[in-house]
Antibody, heavy 123, light 111 residues
Framework: QVQLVQSGAEVKKPGASVKISCKTS????????MHWVRQAPGQGLEWMGQ????????KYAQNLQGRVTMTRDTSTSTLYMELSSLRSGDTAMYYC????????????????WGQGTLVTVSS | QSALTQPPSASGSPGQPVTISCTGT?????????VSWYQQHPGKAPKLMIY???KRPSGVPDRFSGSKSGNTASLTVSGLQAEDEADYYC???????????FGSGTKVTVL
């Protein structure tokens, strides 16, 4: 079955960087777009960006441009997300998300979610 | 990109219907049929309930349905059950820069 298993919780100081991993299994990694979505405590969901199946092309939310980097390692079916220059507003649960299967084009829905990684930014 | 607008809360008795609206713009919901809905129980990851406006993934009960008119999408639960009590989020593809925008979320309470 499809599984997305994320790395553990992180506590970081303002200005630091964090890198989260997402190990996938149960499907062909290179056939799907992958995304990251975050959720601040008690708040709604926010799309952060996507990594294309080719492992090269990425798209990021405009408000995170320059601070976020998404990479994928096809040899280990693992997705990574690095966020730099952390501030208190980055405190959130971060989810690794699989986009549904492409048929005639990108599906543009999120069919499997990781369990989440809590990142706390505090001095 | 601003969040899609949802009512903060909705409620109904068991067996009763409840409908949640999700209002966007002509650049997202009004332009694309890539509207999806997610259910989130406390402390859990979201779960896909509806995609492409009105399609249900395998395993989602048929009491969940979706629709769209103009810039507004809707999720209807035709007969509420206790396990439907959760937060619900809509999401739309917004095109430019391959952006996705989520709704503000609606807490559904089963009375």
């Amino acid at each position: 079955q499809v599984q997305l298993v994320q790395s553990g919780a992180e506590v970081k100081k303002p200005g630091a960087s964090v890198k989260i991993s997402c190990k996938t299994s149960g499907y062909t990694f290179s056939n799907h777009f992958m995304h990251w979505v975050r959720q601040a405590p008690g708040q709604g969901l926010e799309w952060m960006g996507q990594a294309n199946p080719n492992g090269i092309t990425t798209k990021y939310a405009q408000n995170l441009q320059g601070r976020v980097t998404m990479t994928r390692d096809t040899s280990t079916s693992t997705l990574y997300m690095e966020l730099s220059s952390l501030r208190s507003g980055d405190t959130a649960m971060y989810y690794c998300v699989r986009e549904g299967e492409q048929l005639s084009g990108p599906s543009r829905n999120f069919d499997y979610w990781g369990q989440g990684t809590l990142v706390t930014v505090s001095s | 990109q601003s969040a899609l607008t949802q009512p903060p809360s909705a409620s109904g008795s068991p067996g009763q219907p409840v409908t949640i609206s999700c209002t966007g713009t002509s650049s997202d919901i009004g332009l694309f049929n890539h509207v999806s809905w997610y259910q989130q129980h406390p402390g859990k990851a979201p779960k896909l309930m509806i995609y492409e406006v009105d399609k249900r993934p395998s395993g989602v009960p048929d009491r969940f349905s979706g629709s769209k008119s103009g810039n507004t999408a809707s999720l209807t639960v035709s007969g509420l059950q206790a396990e439907d009590e959760a937060d619900y989020y809509c999401c739309s593809y917004a095109g430019s820069s391959n952006a996705y925008v989520f709704g503000s979320g609606t807490k559904v309470t089963v009375l």
